[in-house]
């Protein structure tokens, strides 16, 4: 579904992404795991639309999205790429509901379609009783919550989350984790995650492991029909 080749990106002289190639199946929860600095959230921020590479391309379904024009590539964002980020972003003069309709909104979809479809996300999450609280009003699990919301308001094709938990503490965190795979169950979303939480990586699918601008190849099995070298 999303298919990465030789991304490389600069910033002066400093070197961030070396050749990057990924390739991300539907309904897949990757993680991308690594030190700081090894280059992941400058990686998320390409595969979103948020930043251009240096070279390479990013396709979504055959459109390489490095190609398109300013105007077409902020409408594909809005309506194919989910964000979350660490601290959920919320609009803090918005109630939930109506930060949940925000991209709605911007997509040009009617008021009524977006409250209804607003609405249905907040029953998923648990939070129907919770709509017409503003951001202050709301737990830190709560806010994420209606982040996820949002993120899932146009039905993307992609949701990527930088540090989603690292905010949460450990009740919220694992409620969290759990909804990633209850939103891939019922909807089939994908879901591209950058953390440095041990045990939301553990259960993903797939972990890709970074450094210093590259992706680690995992180490091969050991043959345990191979002639000992001792």
């Known amino acids: 579904m999303i298919e990465i080749k030789n991304i490389r990106k600069s910033f002066g002289e400093l070197e961030v ?6 390739t991300i ?11 700081s600095g090894a280059g992941k959230t400058t990686l998320l921020q390409i595969i979103g639309t948020l ?18 024009s300013q105007k077409k590539l902020a409408d594909f964002r809005n309506r194919h790429i989910g964000f ?24 040009g979809t009617s008021t009524k379609e977006a409250r ?4 249905e996300l907040l029953q998923f999450m648990g939070l129907s009783n919770r709509g017409h609280h503003k951001p202050n009003e709301l737990s830190g699990g709560e806010k994420q919550r209606v982040a996820v919301a949002r993120a899932l308001m146009n039905n993307p ?4 989350a930088d540090e989603p938990s690292g905010s949460l503490d450990s009740k919220n965190k694992e409620e969290l984790h759990q909804l990633f795979f209850d939103l891939r169950d019922k909807y089939g979303q994908t879901f591209i995650i950058v953390t440095h939480d041990e045990q939301l990586a553990a259960i ?16 091969a099995p050991l043959d345990p029909l191979a002639p000992s070298v001792l």
């Open 157 to 160: 094709s992609v949701i990527l």
């Open 204 to 219: 993903t699918d797939r972990t890709i492991h970074m450094r210093d601008g590259l992706l680690e190849l995992p180490s």
């Open 51 to 68: 930043d251009y590479p240096d070279s390479g391309s990013v396709c979504f379904d055959n459109i390489d999205v490095t190609k398109l």
């Open 25 to 35: 199946d539907k309904g897949e929860v990757v993680s991308i795991v690594g030190p």
């Open 17 to 22: 992404l070396k050749g990057i190639d990924l």
């Open 84 to 107: 979350v980020f660490q601290f959920h972003q919320l609009l803090p003069e918005f109630t939930a509901l109506e930060n949940i309709m925000i991209p709605a909104y911007i997509a």
């Open 116 to 119: 209804q479809r607003a609405e």
